[in-house]
T-cell receptor, first 110, second 113 residues
Framework: SQTIHQWPATLVQPVGSPLSLECTVE??????LYWYRQAAGRGLQLLFY??????ISSEVPQNLSASRPQDRQFILSSKKLLLSDSGFYLC?????????FGQGTRLTVV | KQEVTQIPAALSVPEGENLVLNCSFT??????LQWFRQDPGKGLTSLLL?????REQTSGRLNASLDKSSGRSTLYIAASQPGDSATYLC????????????FGKGTLLTVNP
């Protein structure tokens, strides 16, 4: 069966520090991968998506970047975090129309 | 640009009540619509997926309907239970969008024992 792993579950980082969130998928090949952010009162916003290795599309301009070094690995990064990067980050995958989500990472930038 | 709106933002009901959550979207060119459940601090669990050609889907006490032409969907929960308390999110997938989801802000449901 397919599973998605996302870590860490929670993270507190100082402003200006780097960020690396990792997501891996098991049990499927060539999935579409997505990073969403959920900010208080704003709903879920798509940040990046990838349809294949090395193929990244950014949905909104921001302080973050994404990479897909392997078929089932998706990484969200930042060189210098801002206070506004705080939020709940969710990784998701899909093969076809059904989407599956990880358990999320609560990022607090202080 | 697709926009998804969910009404109400919050709902509190006594246990056993039947209830309806509403979702509307502005662009009817969708591939499908999904309803998700989110428990506090957790990821999303897919509840029901309705293809654009379908009118409704049922799973247990849940029934979701879709009226694509009017841009509306409802999630009906029968005989609500305290364990149904969660945030319910509606999301649509636009045609040719690489299955990207556009979400509403959700409805926070509280079922009181």
């Amino acid at each position: 069966s397919q599973t998605i792993h996302q870590w860490p579950a929670t993270l507190v980082q100082p402003v200006g520090s780097p960020l690396s969130l990792e997501c891996t998928v098991e049990g499927t090949s060539n999935p579409n991968l997505y990073w969403y952010r959920q900010a208080a009162g704003r709903g879920l916003q798509l940040l990046f998506y990838s349809v294949g290795i090395g193929q990244i599309s950014s949905e909104v301009p921001q302080n973050l970047s994404a990479s897909r070094p392997q078929d089932r690995q998706f990484i969200l990064s930042s060189k210098k975090l801002l206070l506004s990067d705080s939020g709940f980050y969710l990784c998701a995958w899909s093969v076809g129309p059904l989407a599956f989500f990880g358990q999320g990472t609560r990022l607090t930038v202080v | 640009k697709q926009e998804v709106t969910q009404i109400p933002a919050a709902l509190s009901v006594p246990e056993g009540e039947n209830l309806v959550l509403n979702c509307s979207f502005t662009d009817s060119a969708i591939y499908n619509l999904q309803w998700f459940r989110q428990d506090p601090g957790k990821g999303l669990t897919s509840l029901l997926l309705i293809q654009s050609s379908q009118r409704e889907q049922t799973s247990g006490r849940l029934n979701a309907s879709l009226d694509k032409s009017s841009g509306r969907s409802t999630l009906y929960i029968a005989a609500s239970q305290p364990g149904d308390s969660a945030t319910y999110l509606c999301a649509v997938t636009g045609l040719g969008s690489n299955y990207k989801l556009t979400f509403g802000k959700g409805t926070l449901l509280t079922v009181n024992p």
